[in-house]
């Protein structure tokens, strides 16, 4: 279900399909909510975002909202504090030094609680996850979800472009928020997003030179452009900046493309053990189970049953074979 919203900070930046909350610069605020209350019993929200930035320290953060009332502008990653309902922090930056950033924190509040910033919320937190959510090649994407009474949050890291790649972070019982409220999103950036400004001023003779040579390849760009789209009429009315990559963009790519095979071949490599060790349990059940039975048998004076020596060898032969599949796992798992 899709609702109107408002934006109420001057610093968020709509378009036709998404909003720019906060653009890249320092001491930046920048919040959007629903225009109307919404009452559900039961709800599930799904968001995608982007926090991008320069360097691996990011500024304040991201936030999302369900409160008895729109937050407009406040301190709280660019919302009002002492709100009323729940808050998902997504901080960026590590105010008290222990470096537990970024993170994803849960944080209710009924109205009279202020918001413990140099603290990072830590003695607040209701529950919370260690999640690097900055510089992703895909969007991260937070799944929230209230069901009696209990809020789950899920988290896709924005390795690959499966949307539905979610992973558990934090789950909070005997939930109360309030039965009535809106949604929303905030961002702030603090004082470390940006550029820093120059050391001195660039010489008027230098910046023309800069400026020749920038409208120069601005003309060679957009004739290649030209061309590009003529070869291929298939992606008109595509924004042309999305049809093109960065080499940063693309090594980032990379980079999170190999993690992600690495992380799937651990997925595929624990699912190998879970039923190895399944095996295993049913022929120590087995094993256990003939052992009573030759000891009734020789109490009772009876022969011995040899099918025992049958399944231990057959434990062996199947133990060598699991074990070979296991080797042959972990090689290629670090062979990738």
């Known amino acids: 279900m899709h609702f109107p919203i408002s934006i109420f900070s001057p610093d968020a930046i709509p378009s036709s399909d998404q909003i720019r909350i906060t653009p890249s610069l320092r001491s930046q605020k920048g919040s959007v909510w629903t ?7 039961h ?23 369900f409160t008895a009332s729109q937050g407009l502008e ?10 009323n309902g729940v808050g998902i922090f997504f901080d960026s930056f590590d105010n008290d030094g222990k470096k537990n950033n970024p993170a994803v924190l849960l944080v209710g509040n009924n109205g009279k609680l202020i918001y413990d910033h140099q603290n990072d919320g830590t003695t607040q937190s209701l529950g919370t996850c260690l999640r690097d959510f900055r510089n992703k090649p895909y969007p991260v994407r937070a799944k929230i979800t209230y069901y009696k009474k209990t809020l789950s949050v899920f988290i896709n890291n924005g390795f690959t472009p499966d949307k539905d790649d979610y992973e558990f972070c934090t789950r909070v019982e005997n939930m109360i928020i309030p039965e009535i409220g809106y949604f929303g999103i905030s961002a702030a950036t603090g004082g470390l997003a940006g550029t820093p400004p120059p050391e001195k001023e660039i010489p ?5 030179k800069y400026q020749e040579e920038f409208e120069n390849f601005q003309q060679e760009l957009d004739k290649r452009k030209e061309e590009f789209q003529k070869e291929h009429p298939d992606v008109q009315g595509q924004p042309i900046e ?13 980079v999170f493309e190999g993690q992600n095979r690495i992380h799937l071949e651990i997925k ?10 399944d095996e295993q349990r049913r022929y120590v059940s087995v094993i256990t189970e003939e052992i009573s039975k030759r000891s009734s048998q020789a109490q009772s004076g009876q022969a011995p049953n040899h099918d025992m020596d049958t ?3 057959t434990q062996q032969e199947d133990n060598i074979v699991l074990l070979s599949k296991t080797t042959g796992i972990i090689t290629i798992f670090y062979e990738k």
């Open 242 to 254: 999305d049809l093109f990559e960065s080499v940063n963009d693309r090594e980032i790519r990379q």
């Open 268 to 277: 595929q490599l624990n699912r190998q053990l879970a039923m190895i060790l």
């Open 311 to 313: 399944i231990i060898n």
């Open 74 to 83: 406040g301190p709280v990653y660019g919302a009002a504090d002492q709100w």
């Open 35 to 41: 225009k109307n209350p919404v009452s559900f019993e």
């Open 204 to 208: 008027k003779e230098e910046k023309d």
């Open 43 to 65: 709800w599930e929200a799904e968001v995608a975002f982007r926090v991008s930035g320069r360097g691996r320290m990011g500024a304040d953060g991201l936030a999302i909202w």
